[in-house]
């Protein structure tokens, strides 16, 4: 999240390749929510929900390690299909206040494309930094990713894997971080390995061949490159071995044979750029290969983290 305005906002905008009723309904409707809502690997339960002026949502959430947290939304504004503003993370029985105040936009880009956009007003500045490095450490932004995941299955039916990540660089250096094979291996692989292209084609149709390592172990994998512009790259991703024969996973063999990865970048600001990865299944696989897939969303997130941390620092660097 990037601030634009005020120094004790925060703000954050995703779009979902869905109609803009779909995105309000999953949005406001708790049995769609519980679906999607809090970090990866969080749960929700609803208590109760009364959607107006003046109403509240009163619900807990649950950590993967058993942790819980009891919160109530209460609702200033409700223009339906519209706009949202409301008072984040108070408790009544903990006598906590809000955390913060949001106001939530939503607008239709077009017939099945929908803008979500958040303003998250703190007390101060210094609150605002503290809570923005809290959710980026927590993962918090992954609840939008999730929300992306559910929209997309909804609507047709397929499991996809998506983050996002906004990094303090133009777009036109974002893009070279992903199309130059020395800037890209910098800081692809996951922490602890090494990346060296031994063959690098970053063209559309062209085929890439490389190998990850670090002292115990290598592995090796290809990229064949679909669709390279300056604000979406496309690839499919396989692993293999040594001489470059596709294999599957050394570590998972129920893992699908072949990834479709999809990268977007989007502007948020003059020198501010939000990378969104895109993961899905590309052409058969098995149920056991779905289950796989969908099961390891907690270690993708996990790893691209990890090659995202990396990009942060070489940038810096």
């Known amino acids: 999240m990037a601030a634009k305005n005020k120094p004790n906002e925060l703000y954050l905008t995703r779009v979902y390749d869905a109609p803009l009723k779909a995105v309000w309904d999953a949005f406001n409707d708790p049995e769609q929510a519980k679906h999607w809502w809090g970090p990866r690997g969080h749960t929700i339960k609803t208590h109760s929900k009364d959607l107006r002026v003046g109403g509240h949502w ?43 105040r949001v106001t939530a936009t939503f607008t239709e880009l077009a017939k099945n494309k929908t803008e979500l956009s958040f303003v998250m007003a703190f007390e101060n500045e210094a609150m605002a930094k503290e809570i923005g490095k809290f959710i980026k450490q927590a993962s918090g932004n992954s609840t939008w990713d999730r929300f992306g995941e559910y929209l997309e299955k909804e609507a047709t039916n397929k499991e996809i894997f998506i983050i996002n990540r906004s990094f303090n660089t133009d777009m036109n250096t974002m893009y070279k971080m992903w199309t130059d094979s020395d800037h890209f291996s910098k800081w692809l692989a996951p922490k602890g390995f090494d990346m060296q292209f031994i063959r690098a084609e970053i063209k559309p149709g062209g085929k890439s061949f490389y190998k990850m390592s670090n002292p115990d172990f290598t592995m090796y994998g290809t990229l064949q490159y679909k669709e390279i512009t300056p604000t979406k790259i496309v690839y499919s991703q396989q692993f293999a071995d040594e001489k470059e024969n596709i294999s599957r996973h050394p570590g998972a063999p129920t893992w699908p044979e072949s990834m479709l990865t999809t990268v977007m970048f989007t502007a948020e600001d003059t020198n501010q750029t939000r990378v969104t990865i895109q993961w899905e299944v590309e052409g058969k696989c098995t149920p056991d290969e779905l289950q796989a897939f969908i099961k390891e969303r907690g270690g993708m997130t996990q790893g691209w983290t990890g090659s995202f941390d990396k990009l942060e620092d070489y940038l810096a660097k």
């Open 58 to 100: 009163t619900y807990t959430m649950f950590g993967p390690e058993g942790q819980v947290w009891e919160n109530k939304t209460v609702y200033h504004e409700v223009e339906k299909y519209s706009r949202l503003v409301y008072d984040h993370g108070g408790n009544d029985e903990q006598d906590r206040p809000p955390l913060f």
